[in-house]
């Protein structure tokens, strides 16, 4: 049964932090976790939630927009947007990645903060250099992902799709820049525990399906596409990074 009553008040983002529409997204997230937000219930519409979190309408598009297509909310015309009655379902489906410190290396969240900055805009490069035996590799990896057997595994063939793009700007500074990316995650093994333990299949088929929409960009020469889609990518991954702990 649908409920439609208004969400309680939720909590507005620092005015510290520039409310964009990653930590828009990690807000409504959490405000799930914490139970103000439940399957079913309808959202308050784009100008209360700005309101709300303190945030602009143009970040609570973007941030519902994400997941929207995540299949978190749904939209009905003339109704407004409601949570889908699997959210805590999809939950299990994302990749939950520990945000520990560390003195040596960056953490994974300044990792991808940095990432955001750049690697949406060089997806046009991506488009413009790649070559066909290129994109077959990135398919290839794609289906070592679905099938990798341990969580050490998993993380790895991600970052083999991700050094293939960057190869295939062919430029050497970037692809100098993903090397860099591995080593630090390496190092610290991927923030992880128990990496020799079994990847979780949902989690497999959530990556490979946000990570194959990637490629079919790529491989469709659409530049805009393949940016939008970065971009979505790693702010769902920034926001995701401490929402359960």
Do not use: C
């Amino acid at each position: 049964m649908t409920m439609t009553t208004a969400l309680p008040q939720l909590t507005a983002i620092s005015t510290k932090d520039r409310a964009t529409p990653s930590l828009v997204y990690r807000s409504l997230l959490r405000s799930i976790k914490d139970g103000l937000m439940v399957p079913g219930a309808k959202l308050p519409n784009e100008r209360e939630l700005a309101q709300q979190l303190n945030a602009s309408r143009t970040a609570v598009r973007s941030a519902l927009a994400m997941m929207e297509r995540q299949g978190l909310v749904r939209r009905r015309v003339g109704s407004g947007t409601f949570l889908t009655d699997d959210a805590h379902d999809i939950f299990g489906r994302m990749d939950q990645t520990n945000a520990a410190s560390h003195e040596a290396v960056p953490s994974f969240a300044e990792i991808v903060e940095g990432r955001l900055l750049f690697e949406p805009a060089m997806m046009h490069l991506v488009v413009s250099r790649v070559q066909e035996h290129e994109i077959v590799e990135m398919r290839r990896i794609l289906e070592v992902i679905l099938g990798a057997p341990t969580w050490e595994d998993f993380k790895e063939s991600i970052y083999a799709l991700h050094r293939q793009m960057f190869a295939s700007t062919k430029n050497k500074f970037l692809e100098q820049i993903m090397v860099s990316i591995l080593d630090d995650r390496r190092a610290v093994l991927f923030d992880g525990h128990d990496t020799d333990k079994p990847a979780p299949s949902p989690v497999k088929q959530q990556s490979y399906k946000d990570l194959k929409s990637i490629v079919d960009a790529i491989a469709d020469r659409n530049g805009k596409r393949a940016e939008e889609l970065v971009s979505n990518h790693l702010m769902r991954t920034l926001a995701t990074i401490t929402i359960w702990q």
